[in-house]
């Protein structure tokens, strides 16, 4: 039926078209407007085709270009579009109809005009924008809360806040619906306008106490299809009226306390139970009239809390049991109240403590008495009877103790020595009697006897270690300290006082005693004299420490003194030779090559080790570039050749250097005379020898380097003999 209705529509309007282009052909009369209605959902995509203009409008397509075809954008706000090419009037903008038609009436147009030019004419077109379900209700609160007293009656009305649907007719809000709940329900009424209100109505009686916050979902419904939904939550807070009494655990309670209980001891806390909230349920508890006066004099009760309190003494002997009737009221308007009964049964108790008598005391004995002394007479007493007067007695088991408790008679105990003292180990026992009687609980004392152990000169002085090696260096301070040679001796008094002494030795007709002392109270060492390395390199001695005890014991230790080498010797220069002190003239020819040799530096050292490791450096040197020297073997060479700009003379300063901390030098002056021909030694200039170049160290060196020399060459001499030997039997092979 709509596509019959469509299609009368746009004959009507294609004939209406036709005689207004008549009109304006034969009368040129002002255009004429002719109304075209079209009805599209809103929300269309952008680009959907609403209706063929060109075809409604009875016009041509070409003459939509050629005229110039257009909407008035003001009108249609730019939701509309004429597709030139088609005729089609196309939607260019989706569509909101709450947005575009914010009143709630059920039609919603959009209209626009349709322009011509040349000659101008004007078309009407209205489009209805049709209602979708596309808004689901709202509800202007989320949550809506509501305080209802569990005294309020059944039929009790509550107003809610309503939803609301942007969509219109049937797309709008249709029904609310409730969760489900035993004691609401809703009514929901229609206005004048046809908007649906809710209420909210109580059906049956609260109960706070069993239920006091409830939670219930509002869903707002509408007509469309399909149908959407918006939800809210109703919180009721139900009021507490003062509808319940306290009530007790128990209707009767009993409770044990001892005697002699402190004062402020807490004997039961009352714990009763209010349903109620507020006012409603703070309790305050009380004694009735039925609680005698002495029973308040002993216990109190805290009204706030319900704790019942020792007040003042309570005394087995003098009264068992005690009863008291106590309430317990709530602070409500119309306050209610709840009874119990508290018997409170006094427990007796072992309240006397055993007594320790100890006699013939010990306090102080040798180390060496023998096992089976006796040390003391102990004994027991409890004026409790029963099993609170039967007494125990033992030693205090958390330590091993070489005692032994024996009983002698009826409540009486010795105290015996049962393993060999040893007061090296334990100087002292503090010996703990535990004292303790069967009552319930158990009373008991700790009596604690200090005995005292007296040394004897039962242990020998022991060294730290049985060898000592001393290291000294040589030059050393006379009446240095050099160690300490302490003994270590456990006995006390004149047992423990250790003299020591060095053994007598004589090493190379001298005594240990010229070379070294030892304090005979300290054990502290000390070297008499300054030692010399190059003369002395160790010494062996015993030293002893003895106590003072009787019979005196004693301990010895061997002691090794090492003397270390220190670098208090400089390197002495023995080549080339040159009286003391003078400068060493080294004549060569102008001629020499690169490389020759001029003279050989060697220095020696008495030192030992790295103090004696010699090293050579140029200090100082006329031409650097001319010469060279050897770091290790003192080799002084050429660089280069000589050349006609060279001075005839060249001076070299070399010094030998130690590798000791700190380093020791010797120097030597070089100086190079170069010539064109060198003289046959025989011609030289003679030198005179000063005698006093051969001291006793320099002869030592000279003796040394020949040693060395001589060792060299018959090392040189065994390995040709065994070459060759090699070479024979290679060629008998």
Request: net charge negative.
């Amino acid at each position: 039926m709509a596509l019959f209705a469509a299609a009368a529509r746009q004959r009507t309007q294609r004939r209406m078209a036709a005689m207004c282009e008549i009109a304006i052909a034969m009368s040129m009369l002002a255009p004429c407007a002719a109304i075209t209605r079209y009805s599209v959902p809103e929300e269309m995509a952008a680009g959907s085709v609403v209706a063929n203009l060109a075809t409604d409008l009875g016009l041509d397509i070409p003459s939509l270009t050629e005229r110039r075809a257009k909407l008035d954008s003001f009108q249609s706000k730019g939701y509309l579009g004429i597709n030139r090419d088609t005729g089609d009037l196309v939607i260019r903008e989706r569509m909101d109809r709450e947005s575009i038609c914010t009143s709630k009436t059920a039609s919603c147009f959009l209209k626009t005009d349709v322009i011509l030019e040349d000659p101008v004419r004007i078309f009407n077109v209205e489009l209805e924008i049709l209602d979708i379900n596309d808004n689901a209700p709202v509800f202007r609160r989320k949550t809506m809360r509501l305080d209802v007293s569990e005294a309020t009656a059944p039929g009790e009305r509550f107003s809610l806040t309503n939803a609301v649907d942007a969509d219109v007719g049937a797309n709008s809000i249709k029904t609310y619906r409730l969760s489900e709940s035993e004691s609401f329900s809703i009514d929901i009424q229609t206005g004048s306008d046809g908007s649906k209100y809710v209420d909210l109505v109580l059906t049956s009686r609260l109960d706070r106490e069993q239920r006091g916050l409830q939670t219930l979902i509002l869903t707002a419904v509408d007509g469309g299809t399909p149908a959407r939904s918006g939800t809210a939550s109703i919180v009721i807070n139900v009021l507490d009226i003062n509808d319940n009494a306290p009530v007790f655990g128990k209707s009767a309670y009993e409770v044990n306390v001892t005697e002699n209980a402190s004062v402020g001891t807490v004997v039961m806390t009352l714990n009763a139970t209010d349903l109620d909230e507020g006012k409603n349920a703070e309790l305050l508890y009380s004694y009735t009239l039925y609680t005698s006066e002495k029973t308040q004099e002993v216990f109190s009760l805290d009204p706030s809390t319900g704790d019942i309190k020792v007040k003042g003494p309570i005394d087995y002997e003098d009264i068992q049991s005690f009863e008291m009737y106590i309430q317990a009221h709530d602070q409500g308007s119309t306050p209610l109240s709840g009874q119990c009964k508290v018997t409170v049964y006094v427990v007796d108790l072992n309240d006397n403590y055993p007594v320790v008598t100890i006699k013939s005391l010990k306090t102080r004995v040798r180390e060496d008495v023998p096992v089976g002394t006796l040390i003391a007479v102990v004994s027991v007493s409890d004026k409790d009877s029963g099993d609170n007067g039967v007494v125990e007695i033992s030693l205090n088991h958390q330590a091993t103790l070489p005692f032994v408790l024996n009983k002698s008679s009826e409540d009486y105990f010795e105290l015996l020595v049962s393993e060999a003292l040893d007061r090296e180990m334990t100087d002292r026992y503090d010996i703990t009697l535990r004292v303790r009687d069967r009552g319930s609980p158990s009373l008991g004392e700790n009596e604690t006897i200090i005995l005292e152990i007296l040394d004897i000169n039962d242990n020998a002085p022991a060294f730290p270690q049985s060898f000592y090696t001393i290291h000294v260096p040589e030059n050393n301070a006379p009446g240095a300290l050099l160690t300490s040679l302490s003994a270590y001796d456990p006995d006390l008094h004149e047992n423990q006082y250790l003299v020591y002494f060095i053994m007598e030795k004589e090493t190379a007709n001298t005594s240990m005693s010229m070379l070294f002392s030892i304090n005979p109270e300290n054990g502290n060492l000390y070297a008499l004299k300054s030692f010399d390395y190059e003369i002395e390199r160790d010494f062996l001695f015993h030293a002893e420490a003895r106590d003072s005890g009787s019979p005196p014991l004693s301990a010895n230790v061997t002691v090794r003194i090492v003397i270390q080498d220190q670098n208090d010797n400089a390197p002495v220069i023995v080549a080339p030779w040159r009286p003391q002190g003078s400068v060493v003239e080294e004549v060569i020819p102008r001629s020499a090559d690169k490389g020759h040799l001029i003279a050989k530096v060697i220095a020696i050292d008495a030192d030992s080790e790295q103090n004696a490791r010699v090293t050579y450096q140029v200090l100082q040197m006329s031409d650097t570039s001319l010469f060279s020297l050897d770091q290790y073997n003192g080799e002084i060479r050429t660089t280069r050749m000589f050349s006609y700009r060279d001075p005839r003379q060249q001076r070299l300063v070399i010094v030998a250097k130690d590798n000791g901390e700190p380093s020791l030098s010797a120097t030597v002056t070089v100086k190079i005379t170069t010539v064109e021909n060198v003289l046959p030694f025989s011609e030289a200039t003679e030198v005179p020898i000063e005698y006093d170049l051969f001291t006793d160290l320099n002869l030592y060196l000279v003796i040394g380097l020949g040693a060395v020399s001589f060792l060299l060459l018959i090392t040189i001499l065994v390995i040709i003999v065994l070459n060759g030997r090699e070479e024979e039997d290679d060629d008998d092979a």
